[in-house]
């Protein structure tokens, strides 16, 4: 399924689509250049499953840990600073996929091997010349 984004404020639709589609799903790999919008519709993600704590990309940490309204945890993963699958494993990355949590995954190439069947690919373009964003998942 494709999502044509013509200005930023669609964004929350975009998030709310993907995640009431895949309902039954936990894992989202998100693929996209640079500042195409990765952290961004995470945000969006973490809003639509009620989260109030604050989203940042997890670049020097690796994985950020933010909670639903309920109190159950939700992970975001930013693996662009890995260079292997085994710095994944160390750092139980495994164990967070099968946890029936969410985990948002940016940069998710390094361990594509590792990641659940079931995984959601939701992959970003952005036009360089319009600025359009189409989000395939």
Known sequence: MNYTLNHINQLPEAAKIILEKHKDNRIFAIYGEMGAGKTTLIKEFCKFLKSSNVVS?????????YEDETGNPIYHFDLYRLKNIQEAI?????????????CFIEWPDIISFILPENTVVVKISVDENTKIRNIEF
């Open 90 to 102: 160390q750092i139980g990355a495994e164990e967070y996929f099968y946890s029936d949590n969410y």
């Open 57 to 65: 990309s997890p670049t020097f940490t690796i994985i950020n840990e």
